[in-house]
């Protein structure tokens, strides 16, 4: 399922006091990567001053907003030195894949010796064809009877727009707790499932990490969820661990 979407047209004031370090300011909150395969973008800029230039960015997280990647120039664009509206687009397919998070903004510093100042607008049109599914948070409990325990993390969702998914998830766990991530389809009702299918090997500890583009085989099947499992390793004691999932797909 293929769906554009369009942010609001946001301005600011900005000023620019560096000639050696790029100045940023974003214009969009988070969205999930997962979908985000092309950005268009109109950047405005109003009553110029000084030596100011700017140009259009964009930045990565592969978790969470508490750990992004550096911000990074829209490919090939130069930054603008004076006023007027400006379009450039972005080809994100090879850079959203297997990342969680991107938000757009502007670059901008001096591009001369005078201080610069601008009101600078940014509107964005992305093709969005991923949707987050849901946060989970929950300390689970590993008992040590060899069984594997099950959480559901998403609710049945439409297989047709699941061609894959991610998971973004944080886990403070002992070492003997593990766990793992699966999905469940569901051919006509969802009183019937199928099995379930693991799509990751037993994860242990502490991690900060996404699981990456997951293709679930959905052909003939209405629905599908998706869920982790987790057990203990030890055989004298139970294990425990704190987990934080958010699960993003696209159609």
């Given at each position: 399922m293929s769906c554009g979407r369009l942010t609001p047209e946001i301005q600011k004031s900005l000023t620019a006091v560096s000639a050696s370090q790029a100045q940023v300011e974003f214009f969009t909150d988070w969205l999930p990567c997962t979908g985000i395969d092309m950005a268009h973008v109109v950047m405005q800029i109003r009553n110029l001053t000084g030596d100011f230039g700017a140009r259009p960015c964009f930045q990565i997280a592969s978790v969470t907003p508490n750990k992004p990647d550096a911000p990074a120039a829209f490919v090939g664009v130069s930054y603008y030195v004076a006023d007027g509206a400006t379009f450039d687009l972005q080809n994100l397919a090879s850079i959203t894949n297997g990342e969680f998070l991107i938000?757009?903004?502007?670059?901008?510093?001096?591009?001369?010796?005078?201080?610069?100042?601008?009101?600078?607008?940014?509107?964005?049109?992305?093709?969005?064809?991923?949707?987050?599914?849901?946060?989970?948070s929950k300390d689970l409990v590993a008992l040590n009877d060899t069984l594997e325990h099950r959480e559901i993390l998403t609710d049945w969702i439409p297989a047709l727009q699941v061609s894959k998914f991610n998971i973004a998830y944080l886990s403070n766990a002992d070492a003997e707790f593990q766990y793992k991530f699966a999905y469940q389809t569901a051919e006509a009702t969802i009183d019937s499932p199928g099995p379930w299918t693991g799509t990751s090997s037993w994860f242990a500890g502490d991690q900060e990490r996404n699981l990456g583009d997951q293709s679930p085989t959905t052909t003939g099947k209405m629905w599908i969820r998706i869920g982790v499992f987790y057990k203990c390793t030890a055989t004298n004691t139970n294990a425990q661990g704190y987990l934080t999932t958010v699960v993003a797909s696209r159609g």
């Open positions: 938000r757009f903004g502007v670059q901008y510093m001096i591009q001369d010796t005078d201080v610069g100042t601008a009101d600078v607008s940014l509107q964005v049109s992305y093709g969005a064809k991923g949707q987050m599914r849901g946060k989970f």
